[in-house]
């Protein structure tokens, strides 16, 4: 059943997009980004690209045995990460290389490439990337947080290391959502910040938190229950099984109130709480990272979380 995380992934993205789209209609005014500044620019960059699309978790070497898998530092970004058929997949996959070594690296894309690679899935020299590669939401994303986020992929450290080819047991035109996607992007809006609800959906998408906390059936994700859990991870050393984070009060987290989410993410903001190997007890959700996400942001998307349809589906996140 594991082999339909492809179909699986797409499916998530499709509907977080039909969701989501309501919002390329607002009528509110864009956010500003603060274009005058580079700074700001590269901030907003480094935020989104660490702690909330968390393009890192992916694009750089992880720690699995340590608690949520940390980031080895020093390899941000350099690729490494492998993802097989023990994580659900239809083949070997590779977070490729985005740092800016020339050769290995993303150092002669341009902007435009860089673009169409990250909100459309084709690569610099053609090729279709895997929906692992969370374009299908990030093709929701305002221009100017991904232009940032480019900003910013450009100020890594350029590391030397070639990442090997993907293998496939099945064809990429099987995998490509290309219908889903909008061929531009230029219309995106970022909801304003004071709209929790719409602000929170807009970082729940980036965040591709319906992809690892829905549900899976023979045909793929089970799209009548997003967030109900029930997902099963296999990371080697500890299985876990995603939690129920619907509004449900008997088994998702009706009954949370907005300390107790912000409580799920904020100690990990300090090191301490996730550098050690818990063995069994580990997670696959990458809190480390996560866990960078400004409070405010935190109670945007505890607010998106309570509009969501809750669905009754008991997990037993380590079952026996
Ligand atoms: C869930 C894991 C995951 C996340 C999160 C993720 N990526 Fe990827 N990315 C991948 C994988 C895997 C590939 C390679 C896909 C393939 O080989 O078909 C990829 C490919 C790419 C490529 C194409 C590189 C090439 O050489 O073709 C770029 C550019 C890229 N990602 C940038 C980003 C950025 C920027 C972010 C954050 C906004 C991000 N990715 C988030 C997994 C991820
Ligand atoms: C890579 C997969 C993955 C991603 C991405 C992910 N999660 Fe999780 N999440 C899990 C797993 C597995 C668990 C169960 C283990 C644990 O408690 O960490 C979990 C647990 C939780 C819990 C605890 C629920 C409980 O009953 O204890 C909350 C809340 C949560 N996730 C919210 C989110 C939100 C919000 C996002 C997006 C910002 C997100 N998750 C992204 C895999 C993921």
Redesign the pocket.
């Known amino acids: 059943m594991k082999k339909f995380i492809a179909l699986a992934v797409i499916c998530s993205a499709i509907i977080i997009a039909a969701n989501f789209s309501a919002c390329n209609n607002s009528s509110e005014p864009k956010a500003a980004v603060g274009k005058d500044s580079l700074k700001t620019v590269l901030e907003r960059g480094e935020y989104l690209a660490n702690n909330v699309a968390?393009c890192m978790d992916c694009h750089s070497k992880r720690d699995l045995e340590k608690y949520?898998g940390p980031v080895i530092p020093g390899t941000e970004g350099g690729g490494g990460m492998v993802f097989d058929q023990k994580f659900g997949l239809p083949g070997v996959l590779h977070g490729k290389n985005i740092t800016p070594d020339n050769e290995t690296g993303i150092g002669t894309w341009t902007d435009d490439e860089l673009l169409r690679a990250i909100t459309q899935g084709i690569s610099k020299n053609g090729d279709t990337l895997f929906p692992l590669m969370p374009y299908p939401n990030f093709n929701r994303m305002a221009k100017e947080d991904l232009l940032s986020i480019i900003a910013y992929i450009r100020t890594l450290k350029p590391i030397r290391n070639k990442v090997p080819p993907r293998q496939l047991m099945m064809p990429i035109a099987a995998a490509y959502p290309g219908p889903a996607l909008q061929p531009s992007i230029d219309g995106n809006v970022r909801p304003p910040e004071s709209d929790k609800v719409k602000y929170g959906e807009y970082?729940?998408t980036m965040?591709?938190?319906g992809?690892?906390?829905t549900p899976y059936t023979e045909q793929g994700m089970d799209m009548t229950r997003m967030f109900a859990g029930g997902?099963p991870?296999d990371a080697g050393t500890y299985k876990?099984?995603?939690?129920?984070?619907t509004p449900d009060t008997a088994t998702g987290?009706g009954r949370?109130d907005e300390a107790q989410?912000l409580n799920?993410f904020i100690p990990f903001r300090e090191e301490k709480n996730y550098n050690f190997k818990p063995g069994k007890d580990n997670?696959?959700?990458?809190?480390s990272l996560?866990a960078g996400m400004k409070d405010d942001d935190l109670k945007a998307?505890y607010a998106y979380?309570r509009t969501v349809k809750p669905i009754s589906n008991k997990v037993e996140?380590y079952p026996k």
């Open positions: 968390a949520s970082l729940v965040a591709d938190c992809t690892c906390h997902y991870f876990v099984i995603s939690s129920n984070i987290i949370w989410f799920k997670t696959i959700m990458p809190l996560l998307i979380m996140k």
